[in-house]
């Protein structure tokens, strides 16, 4: 079988195919959700990456039948009701869940262990200017986006201009979260835990990784399915 992408094939619609080629992407740190718009070439060169390992390994998920099993996390062909009402059930109720829980957890390990790992507290100030960021960003969606959106079944509505701004200020909103989980990613060594580490330091690590991954799949699912049908 052939690959059904090339060197200038653009990050998303790879993702946007085959969902678990995120995997791969997140191992070399390349931007699937918003540096999706990227050619592969381009976005495996300013890495740095090896863009004939990093195809091999893309083709090797294609080839996956376990992969080609119809549990997609995005659809390109659904609705857009039924993409919100994914997002919310799937994204916005357990991310709110999972900052609410991880609070207490992120602000423990940065007064205990803050003197002698002073990156934990630059992990506290940005973990919770994600937090913020990220409430009001959920609810900004569900109170007036969402509802726009399920209104215009037509893209070429009256209103087409109004939903556009507000989706242009998501995806901005969307740009700097992804910055935030970049910055907590470097400074954290890429969630690198130091030999004194804790149980409470080791699981605000990885569950912090863990956001991240949902996120980048949350961001890709709006900006790359959902918002793009607007425009």
């Known amino acids: ?3 059904p992408f090339s060197e200038t094939t653009l990050v998303k ?5 085959q969902p678990k080629t995120s995997d791969v992407f997140k191992r070399y740190r390349l ?9 592969l070439i381009t976005a495996a060169t300013e890495l740095s990456v090896n863009i004939k390992q990093l195809m091999a390994e893309l083709n090797e998920v294609y080839l996956n039948e376990e992969n080609q099993k ?3 996390e995005v659809w390109t062909d659904s609705s857009s009701e039924e993409i919100i009402n994914h997002i919310k059930l799937h994204y916005h109720r357990p991310l709110l869940e999972e900052l609410a829980q991880l609070s207490p957890y992120v602000t423990k390990v940065a007064k205990v262990h803050g003197d002698h790992h002073p990156e934990l507290l630059k992990v506290y100030e940005l973990f919770y200017e994600f937090k913020k960021k990220m409430i009001e960003h959920s609810a900004k969606e569900e109170e007036i986006v969402f509802p726009m959106l399920e209104k215009l079944e037509n893209p070429t509505t009256e209103n087409r201009n109004e939903m556009i701004s507000y989706i242009q200020e ?3 909103e969307h740009d700097h979260v992804g910055e935030l989980l970049r910055s907590l990613r470097e400074v954290t060594s890429d969630y690198e835990l130091p030999l004194d580490a804790c149980g409470t330091y080791t699981l ?7 956001l991240e991954e949902q996120t980048f799949m949350h961001v ?10 607007y425009f």
């Open 1 to 3: 079988m052939s690959m």
């Open 13 to 17: 619609d790879i993702v946007n195919e």
């Open 31 to 39: 931007d699937f959700c918003c540096g999706g718009h990227t050619p």
């Open 70 to 72: 119809d549990n997609m």
């Open 170 to 172: 998501l995806e901005k």
């Open 204 to 210: 605000v690590y990885k569950r912090l990784e863990m």
């Open 220 to 229: 890709h699912l709006e900006n790359n399915i959902l918002f793009a049908r």
